[in-house]
């Protein structure tokens, strides 16, 4: 992701935690199944907006 290596490990759904930290308890059901990925930093760099995602 942009000049960043990361190895993806595993899917993080979304959660309570992220409901009590932005006060939007409706916030979760619209990210089931599009939480994220939780990634491993291999390298570092910079990553900004718009950054193409690609297998290395």
């Not at 916030?27 to 994220?36: A, E, K």
């Not at 718009?50 to 297998?55: E, H, Q, R, S, V």
């Amino acid at each position: 992701m942009g000049s960043v290596r990361l190895r993806g490990m595993r899917l993080c759904e979304p959660c309570k935690g992220l409901a009590a930290a932005t006060g939007l308890p409706a916030l979760l059901p619209g990210l089931i199944h599009r939480g994220g990925l939780r990634c491993e930093i291999l390298s570092d760099g910079e990553m900004r907006v718009g950054d193409p995602i690609a297998p290395a």
